[in-house]
């Protein structure tokens, strides 16, 4: 048998242990903190940049690149708030000005959406005498999920953590709840909750995120479950107008569905990468939909942050779906990587 050594590298490259372990080792932070620990026992690495707080252990909480939707930025805060709070450090969250739902001049965007987590501020947090920076080797010590991995457990501890630390600002929880009355309440009988997630997985492989489950299979498996549970409604948040168009065709006056920024029926690019649109705008409208799902009565949706959002949410409010259906078709093991596919989506929406 002839050795391939280029086969041989690009087998490891595809091996989720074997390519982890790898960034592992050459990362140079990571291995300052196996010696780290190795020479003196700590698990978090803490600095003295001032004198501030003195009497508390700060956990500063730093998240979210150009490419991450809401939900991804909430649900890996709420992994690093557990680590806070499994240690009794006191966080301190700051999302980067760079996430799409920033707005012009404001340095913190999550305190566009939720209230601080604690009584200290990220410019306080960063002149105390003791502080964390949170790093994603610390997930050791609480989900150690990667990318589209979820699971029930995990759902019932962030569920706790997001009861217990996140709170919408107070203008945002109004007018979410009014929307989610007016769509929801309203209406006789019980309500499917439906999440369709895939305008850009459809048209491209992205590697180690899911396969994109059809509009056709979900349609299908929409059309059992109403005459399964005798639902009179379905509520569909989704991502392309495309997709609103084949329910609306099946469902007719039976769907619902609330305005949002969405990407145009033929388009394969994510609303969230055309800087024409509003970003706290689409911030709202995701906080909005997953709120609704957390609203209906059962569940339906494939593998997404936004409908992991939605089962957590409905989670720390006590009330179990009466069924949840979750579609999967694994994640692609080969494809382009989440950068180069933000890289191209913003450059033919430039065109």
């Not at 329910?247 to 609303?271: H, K, M, N, Y």
Request: glycine content about 6%; proline content about 3%; overall charge neutral.
């Amino acid at each position: 048998m002839k050795f391939n050594l280029k086969s041989l590298k690009q087998r490891l490259k595809q091996n989720d242990f074997v390519n982890i372990v790898y960034r592992m080792l050459t990362n140079k932070e990571y291995r300052g903190y196996c010696a780290d620990f190795g020479r003196n026992g700590r698990i978090f690495r803490f600095e003295h940049p001032g004198t501030e707080n003195p009497e508390e252990k700060i956990y500063l909480i730093q998240d979210g690149v150009s490419s991450q939707g809401m939900f991804s930025l909430v649900t890996w805060t709420l992994r690093r708030l557990e680590v806070a709070d499994r240690f009794c450090f006191t966080p301190v969250v700051a999302w980067s000005e760079d996430i799409p739902y920033a707005v012009m001049g404001c340095s913190n965007p999550f305190l566009l959406y939720f209230q601080p987590v604690s009584q200290i501020s990220v410019e306080s947090a960063v002149k105390s005498a003791d502080v964390a920076f949170a790093n994603k080797w610390d997930r050791a010590y609480g989900s150690t999920a990667d990318s589209y991995e979820f699971s029930q457990d995990e759902i019932n501890r962030l569920a706790r953590i997001y009861k217990k630390y996140m709170r919408l600002q107070p203008d945002l929880q109004e007018r979410i709840d009014s929307e989610v009355r007016e769509l929801l309440e309203a209406t006789s009988g019980k309500v499917l909750g439906v999440h369709v997630r895939g305008v850009d997985w459809r048209q491209k492989k992205i590697y180690n995120h899911p396969i994109a489950i059809t509009e056709e299979d979900y349609l299908q498996v929409a059309r059992e479950l109403m005459k399964e549970l005798g639902y009179e409604k379905i509520f569909l948040a989704t991502d392309g107008n495309g997709t609103i168009e084949k329910f609306r065709a099946e469902f007719g006056d039976c769907l619902i569905t609330a305005q949002a920024v969405r990407a145009p029926a033929d388009s394969g690019a994510l609303a969230i990468f055309d800087e024409k649109n509003d970003g706290y705008q689409m911030g709202y409208e995701v906080l909005r939909d997953a709120y609704a799902l957390a609203t209906c009565d059962s569940l339906l949706c494939g593998l997404s942050y936004v409908s992991y959002g939605a089962r957590i949410i409905r989670q720390a409010q006590g009330l179990p779906y009466e069924k949840v259906v979750v579609l999967n078709k694994g994640k692609a093991e080969n494809g382009q990587s989440p950068q180069a596919a933000e890289k191209k989506e913003r450059k033919s929406l430039r065109k």
